[in-house]
Protein backbone atom coordinates (compact mmCIF):
# COMPACT_ATOMS: atom_id res chain seq x y z
CA UNK A 1 0.00 0.00 0.00
CA UNK A 2 1.59 3.33 -1.48
CA UNK A 3 0.84 6.17 1.32
CA UNK A 4 2.21 9.85 1.13
CA UNK A 5 2.50 11.96 4.68
CA UNK A 6 3.14 15.24 4.66
CA UNK A 7 4.77 17.22 7.46
CA UNK A 8 5.31 21.67 8.24
CA UNK A 9 2.63 23.22 8.06
CA UNK A 10 2.15 25.70 10.80
CA UNK A 11 1.19 29.15 11.22
CA UNK A 12 3.95 32.09 9.76
CA UNK A 13 3.54 35.66 9.60
CA UNK A 14 3.22 37.35 5.98
CA UNK A 15 6.89 37.52 4.45
CA UNK A 16 8.30 34.83 6.16
CA UNK A 17 8.92 31.10 5.10
CA UNK A 18 8.06 27.80 5.70
CA UNK A 19 9.26 24.12 4.16
CA UNK A 20 6.56 21.34 3.74
CA UNK A 21 7.61 17.82 2.85
CA UNK A 22 6.01 14.80 1.27
CA UNK A 23 7.52 11.44 2.00
CA UNK A 24 6.33 8.18 -0.44
CA UNK A 25 6.20 5.24 1.41
CA UNK A 26 5.21 1.33 -0.10
CA UNK A 27 6.88 -0.90 -1.71
CA UNK A 28 7.93 1.74 -4.62
CA UNK A 29 9.80 1.20 -8.00
CA UNK A 30 9.29 4.57 -9.85
CA UNK A 31 7.12 7.99 -9.34
CA UNK A 32 7.12 9.83 -12.76
CA UNK A 33 5.96 13.16 -10.49
CA UNK A 34 5.50 14.53 -7.22
CA UNK A 35 3.64 18.17 -6.74
CA UNK A 36 2.04 20.12 -4.28
CA UNK A 37 -1.92 21.51 -4.88
CA UNK A 38 -3.74 23.42 -2.27
CA UNK A 39 -7.02 24.32 -1.17
CA UNK A 40 -8.72 27.26 0.59
CA UNK A 41 -11.54 27.38 1.91
CA UNK A 42 -14.38 27.52 -0.26
CA UNK A 43 -12.60 27.02 -3.63
CA UNK A 44 -11.22 25.00 -5.66
CA UNK A 45 -8.07 22.77 -5.13
CA UNK A 46 -5.33 24.18 -7.70
CA UNK A 47 -1.47 23.32 -8.83
CA UNK A 48 0.84 25.18 -6.97
CA UNK A 49 3.93 23.22 -8.23
CA UNK A 50 5.39 19.81 -10.15
CA UNK A 51 8.61 18.09 -10.09
CA UNK A 52 9.04 15.33 -12.58
CA UNK A 53 11.82 12.40 -11.84
CA UNK A 54 13.94 14.27 -13.97
CA UNK A 55 13.81 17.46 -12.25
CA UNK A 56 11.50 19.07 -14.46
CA UNK A 57 9.50 21.91 -12.94
CA UNK A 58 5.80 23.78 -13.13
CA UNK A 59 5.19 26.81 -10.82
CA UNK A 60 1.80 28.16 -10.67
CA UNK A 61 2.35 32.33 -11.97
CA UNK A 62 0.82 32.81 -8.00
CA UNK A 63 4.46 30.85 -6.69
CA UNK A 64 6.71 31.95 -9.43
CA UNK A 65 9.87 33.48 -7.79
CA UNK A 66 8.35 32.91 -4.16
CA UNK A 67 7.92 28.97 -4.14
CA UNK A 68 10.64 26.15 -4.76
CA UNK A 69 9.68 22.40 -5.67
CA UNK A 70 12.44 19.55 -5.10
CA UNK A 71 12.38 16.53 -5.03
CA UNK A 72 14.86 13.09 -3.17
CA UNK A 73 14.38 10.59 -5.75
CA UNK A 74 16.19 7.95 -3.70
CA UNK A 75 14.06 8.83 -0.59
CA UNK A 76 10.65 9.31 -2.94
CA UNK A 77 10.42 12.74 -0.90
CA UNK A 78 9.35 16.03 -2.48
CA UNK A 79 9.89 19.01 -0.79
CA UNK A 80 8.42 22.50 -1.14
CA UNK A 81 10.24 25.77 0.32
CA UNK A 82 8.03 29.15 0.46
CA UNK A 83 9.37 32.11 1.03
CA UNK A 84 7.64 35.67 1.04
CA UNK A 85 4.38 34.14 2.38
CA UNK A 86 1.36 35.99 1.99
CA UNK A 87 -2.17 35.76 3.59
CA UNK A 88 -3.33 34.33 0.08
CA UNK A 89 -1.32 31.34 0.44
CA UNK A 90 -3.44 30.29 3.50
CA UNK A 91 -4.47 26.94 2.29
CA UNK A 92 -4.23 22.98 3.27
CA UNK A 93 -1.56 21.39 0.90
CA UNK A 94 -1.82 18.48 -0.74
CA UNK A 95 0.99 16.40 -2.06
CA UNK A 96 0.43 14.37 -4.80
CA UNK A 97 2.74 11.37 -6.70
CA UNK A 98 1.41 10.90 -10.20
CA UNK A 99 2.36 7.51 -11.81
CA UNK A 100 3.52 5.29 -9.31
CA UNK A 101 4.48 1.56 -9.80
CA UNK A 102 4.79 -0.11 -6.73
CA UNK A 103 4.75 -3.75 -5.76
CA UNK A 104 0.94 -4.03 -4.28
CA UNK A 105 -0.77 -2.59 -7.30
CA UNK A 106 -0.29 -3.82 -10.75
CA UNK A 107 0.26 -0.57 -13.17
CA UNK A 108 0.68 2.86 -12.78
CA UNK A 109 -1.49 5.07 -9.97
CA UNK A 110 -2.24 8.34 -8.64
CA UNK A 111 -2.15 9.26 -5.03
CA UNK A 112 -2.44 12.12 -2.27
CA UNK A 113 -1.81 12.84 0.73
CA UNK A 114 -4.02 14.07 3.72
CA UNK A 115 -2.81 17.59 3.63
CA UNK A 116 -0.96 19.66 5.89
CA UNK A 117 -2.43 23.58 6.89
CA UNK A 118 -0.42 26.27 6.55
CA UNK A 119 -1.77 29.70 7.47
CA UNK A 120 0.17 33.08 6.95
CA UNK A 121 -1.31 35.83 9.24
CA UNK A 122 -1.37 39.37 7.74
Known amino acids: QVQLVESGGGLVQAGGSLRISCAAS????????MGWYRQAPGKQRELVAT???????NYADSVKGRFTISRDNAKNTVYLQMNSLKPEDTAVYYC????????????????WGQGTQVTVSS
Open 26 to 33: GRIFSINA
Open 51 to 57: ITSSGST
Open 96 to 111: NAAGVSSASIYGRHDY
